[in-house]
C-alpha cells in the first residue's frame, strides 16, 4: 500500500548502534549536532496541522506543518516505532519482561504507577503507551532497548532523521516536558506514515480502545476510535506547553488519510479538528476523482481556538497539570466594572418581574481548581450572553478535586439551544436534565 519514503535500512547498522549503546558507548557528537535547535515563537499560535494521503505522501492541507511544537504524547510513537523494530528482527518478544527501574518508576503521571523492581511483559508495556499513554512504561521501554533513556532519546533522534524528520529532536521516550523536544506536524506525519508502513503487523496496537492490567480496566484517552467513522489511531498528546496533540489516521472507500493535529485548545477542539481534516479530506479525494479541482483548504471552514482555554479533568496527564491553563494568544483583559449612573440606578430600583426559572443546567467544563471553573464561567457567559443571560452561574463539587463550572435555572429548550450555540464555537458543553 505504501511507496517506501527511503531506502531499506542496514539490519547490521542498527544492531551496532543498538548494541553500542547497550554496552555504554557514547552516540557521536556529530550525529547529534547534526539536529538544529529550535526555539518556539511565543508569538506565534500553538495550533499547527497537517493532512497527508498515506499512500502517496502527497500533502493536502498545511497549516504551519513546518513551525516547530511540542509533541506531548505523540512522542510515543517513535518509542513504539523502536520497539516495533526491536520486535520484527528478533530482539524482542512480546513476551519478554520490561523491569522497571527506579528512574522509570519515578515518572510523572499518567502512569501505571509500578513500583521499582516490577516488571511487566512488553505486550503489556505497548498497551500501556498505546492505552494510557503512560509514561513509566515508555522509559522503561527506553532503558530496556537502549540501556538508559538519554541513549535511547539519541537513537530517536537518529531514526527520526533517517526517516526524513529534519526539524525534530527527542530527548525523552515518554514526551513529558522538555523544552528542548521539538518536532514539527510534518514530521509527526512522516513518523505516522513509516510506522503503519513498516510495521503493519503491530498498527493495530492504536486502534485498542482499552485493556485490562492486573484486574482493572484502564481505558484509553482517543475517543475518536469511537465517534469517527474509519478512524484507527494513532495517539493522543497534552502538556500545558504544547496544547492538545493528535495524530490520527482514518480509512474510507480504501484510501487512507494522515492528519496531525497540534495545539488544540481543548479535546473537544482538537478531536472536531480532526474530524473535520478526515472527513473533508475525504471529500476532496473523491471529488478529485471524478474530476473536480479542489482542496481541503477550499472547503474547510478554520476557527482557530483563541483567548485561555482550560484542561478538562479527564484528558491524559503529561506531567505538568498544576497550572492546566493553556494561553493560545496574549490572554484577554477581564472586562472592565460596568458603571451605573444615578438615573439607571433609580430606574432599576424597581426589579424587573423575573422570568420562569428552569431545572435544566448545561455544564461547560471540569477543573482542578475553583478559580479556572469561575474564569470559565465568566469567559462563556462574555461570549455567549445572549443564551446564557437568564442562566445562574455555579460552581459544582466544592467538596471534591473536581470544579464543574454549570449555568442552571434554565429551560430544557434554553439548555438544548445555548449548548448547540456554546458546541458550535467548537466550546465544551452537556445539557445536564434535571435529577
Known sequence: MFAKLIPVRSVLAALGLAGAMMCGLAVPVAA????????????????????????????????????????????????????????????????????????????????????????????????????????????A???????????????????????????????????????????????????SRATMRDFPQYYSYFSIKGFEFRGRYIPGHNRLLTNMEGFDGLKTGYTNASGFNLAGSAVRDGRRLIAVVLGGSSTAWRDNNMEDLLTTGFDVLKRRSHGERTTIAANLYEDEPTGPIMRPSTEEGDGDQAGLKIVLTDNPRPPAALKVSPTLKTAQAKPAPKK????????????????????????????????????????????????????????????????????????????LAPQ
Not at 504507577?113 to 498497551?127: C, F, N, T
Not at 527520526?160 to 518536532?183: H, K, T, Y
Not at 428552569?358 to 474564569?375: C, I
Open 356 to 431: 420562569a426559572r428552569g431545572e435544566w443546567a448545561v455544564q461547560v467544563g471540569a477543573f482542578k481548581s475553583k478559580s479556572l471553573a469561575n474564569e470559565q464561567l465568566m469567559l462563556v457567559r462574555s461570549r455567549f450572553s445572549k443564551f446564557v443571560a437568564d442562566a445562574e452561574g455555579a460552581v459544582e463539587g466544592a467538596a471534591s478535586s473536581t470544579f464543574r463550572a454549570q449555568f442552571q435555572g434554565l429551560t430544557a429548550d434554553a439548555a438544548r439551544g445555548a449548548c448547540r450555540a456554546i458546541s458550535a464555537k467548537r466550546q465544551p458543553c452537556i445539557v
Open 32 to 139: 547529534s549536532a547534526q539536529i538544529p535547535y529550535l526555539q518556539m515563537n511565543s508569538a506565534e499560535p500553538k495550533y499547527a496541522a497537517i493532512v497527508i494521503d498515506a499512500n502517496s505522501g502527497e500533502m493536502l492541507y498545511d497549516k504551519r506543518a513546518d513551525s516547530p511544537r511540542y509533541p506531548a504524547s505523540v512522542t510515543k510513537i517513535m518509542t513504539l516505532y523502536l520497539t516495533f523494530e526491536a520486535l520484527s528482527e528478533g530482539r524482542l518478544k512480546l513476551t519478554d519482561r520490561v523491569p522497571f527501574s527506579s528512574h522509570a518508576a519515578a515518572q510523572s503521571p499518567t502512569k501505571l504507577g509500578l513500583q521499582p523492581g516490577d516488571s511487566i511483559s512488553v505486550d503489556e508495556a505497548i498497551r500501556a503507551m498505546t492505552v494510557k499513554s503512560a509514561n513509566d512504561a515508555a522509559v
Open 141 to 191: 521501554m527506553a532503558e530496556r532497548l537502549g540501556g538508559s533513556e538519554s541513549r535511547f532519546a539519541a537513537l530517536m533522534t537518529l531514526r527520526g532523521q533517517e526517516l526524513g524528520m529534519r526539524n525534530s529532536r527527542f530527548v525523552n521516550a515518554s514526551g513529558l516536558p522538555d523544552s528542548r523536544q521539538i518536532s514539527t506536524a510534518r514530521d509527526l506525519a512522516i513518523l
